[in-house]
Nanobody, 125 residues
Framework: QVQLIESGGGSVQAGDSLMRSCAHS????????LAWFRQAPGKDREFVSS?????????FYAASVEGRFAISRDSSGSTVYLQMKGLKPADTAVYYC?????????????????WGPGAQVTVSS
């Protein structure tokens, strides 16, 4: 079973920064894309950002995080990072890493077959 191992997260003040990472131990090109989704209390899980891990230069962002969050990958494509800056209380959620093994809709969670356990990010005002 493929494991997506997440790290990072925690509690910060508004305006602070955090970085989350997501790594897998499979062959580097196992995933066509790796993404971050988040779920706030009482809300549906929503897309945050995604990266084409094969090219490393094709990235996608939700409008709510564009310009504040940055997704990147290491040279092997086995680890993906989400740098979060200018955090707001509205960013408070459980953040999940997800992997897509085929070309598909980067924004749609149904395209992602593998998921990490998620971790809480809490932003206080």
């Amino acid at each position: 079973q493929v494991q997506l191992i997440e790290s990072g997260g925690g509690s910060v003040q508004a305006g602070d920064s955090l970085m989350r990472s997501c790594a897998h131990s499979q062959l580097p090109q196992t995933y066509f894309a790796l993404a971050w989704f988040r779920q706030a209390p009482g809300k549906d899980r929503e897309f945050v950002s995604s990266i084409n891990t094969w090219s490393g230069c094709l990235t996608f962002y939700a409008a709510s995080v564009e310009g504040r969050f940055a997704i990147s990958r290491d040279s092997s494509g086995s680890t993906v990072y989400l740098q979060m800056k200018g955090l707001k209380p509205a960013d408070t959620a459980v953040y999940y890493c997800a992997g897509m093994t085929h070309s598909g809709n980067y924004y749609h969670q149904g395209e992602y077959g593998d998921w990490g356990p998620g971790a809480q990010v809490t932003v206080s005002s």
